[in-house]
Every structure is written in structure tokens, then in C-alpha cells.
């Protein structure tokens, strides 16, 4: 029997989820490395006309998303039990409840911040095809994490390797 205070040693797949900008991309590995498991990159999901959509600036739509969400999915659920960490906006409620339909058990770990910093590091970034043109809708779109949802929200203030660790500790007590 454990405790809330005992790590938990199974592993789990973990979405890393949030508004374009957030630092997905940086804070999945360093999460992965520090539980020992794979990371994969939720932007190599998407089919070749979403990236042209988002590059345009043009917003995805739940149709755009259905084939993305559906391949994250499937990829997650071939990592139960041995368990994994991959970035995905997840935004909507629905999103997240079509990813556990597919991999019953997912954690998700939510790296929310403000504005103004995601905009200030999108502005930073160089060839990424999701541009601050489309964070408004982003944030419009946004359903932060349930109550009744697994997961844990950390704010994306600190550097990449903060987050990260404190990322790490918590999703090891849940």
C-alpha cells in the first residue's frame, strides 16, 4: 500500500499540454528524461496540410484536428505500461476525453503562464510554423484541466529545467 507521499514506480503516459508557446517542446524531454521514458514530439502527429493551415496562420478546426488527436492516441496507448511523455496543445475538455478514450489512464501536465510571456517567447522562436498570430485563439480556446481530470497545472514562469523538475516530482506523487 502506498502513501501520498511514496513516488509512484509505474510508468504512465503523460501529455504535456497548453497554449502554443508555453514550452512544450522544451519541458516534454526534460520531464521524460527525469522519469525515464521516451518523449515524442505531438507536432510530428500532424498531417502535412494542418502544418500548411497553422503556417498560414489560419486556426485548426476540430475536423483539422481529429486525424492529430487520433494519432497521439494511438501512440499512447501503445506506450501503456510502459509509459511515455508527448507534447499536444489538448486545449478543449473534448480533446483530452478523445485522447483517454483512446489510452484510458493518461496524466496530463499542464504548463499555463501569462500572456504577455508565451507572446514575448513566441516572438523569440525562430521557424516554427505556429506564430503569435494565432495565441489569441489559443487562449479563447483554452479549458484549463477539470477537477476530475489526472493531471497537475505548473506555471511556466521559471526556466525549462524548474519546470521541469518540479513537473517530474509532482507527477511522481499523483
Given at each position: ?5 511514496e ?14 508557446g ?44 481529429a ?6 492516441g ?5 506506450r ?49 510554423f ?45
Amino acid at each position: 500500500m502506498s502513501t501520498e507521499t511514496e513516488p509512484r514506480t509505474e510508468p504512465r503516459v503523460i501529455v504535456v499540454m497548453g497554449v502554443a508557446g508555453t514550452g512544450k517542446t522544451t519541458v516534454g524531454p526534460l520531464v521524460a528524461e527525469a522519469l525515464g521514458v521516451p518523449y515524442a514530439e505531438g507536432d510530428d502527429f500532424h498531417p502535412a496540410a494542418n502544418i500548411a493551415k497553422m503556417s498560414a496562420g489560419i486556426p485548426l478546426d476540430d475536423t483539422d484536428r481529429a486525424p492529430w488527436l487520433d494519432a497521439i492516441g494511438d501512440w499512447a496507448r501503445g506506450r501503456a505500461g510502459l509509459g511515455g511523455v508527448v507534447s499536444c496543445s489538448a486545449l478543449k475538455r473534448a480533446y483530452r476525453d478523445r485522447l483517454r478514450a483512446a489510452a484510458p489512464g493518461l496524466v496530463f501536465l499542464h504548463l499555463a503562464g501569462d500572456r504577455e510571456l508565451i507572446a514575448g517567447r513566441m516572438a523569440a522562436r525562430k521557424g516554427h510554423f505556429m506564430t503569435t498570430r494565432l495565441l489569441d485563439s489559443q487562449f479563447a480556446t483554452l479549458e484549463p484541466l477539470g477537477a476530475d481530470e489526472a493531471g497537475i497545472t505548473v506555471d511556466v514562469a521559471p526556466e525549462a529545467a524548474v519546470i521541469a523538475e518540479r513537473a517530474a516530482a509532482a507527477l511522481r506523487r499523483l
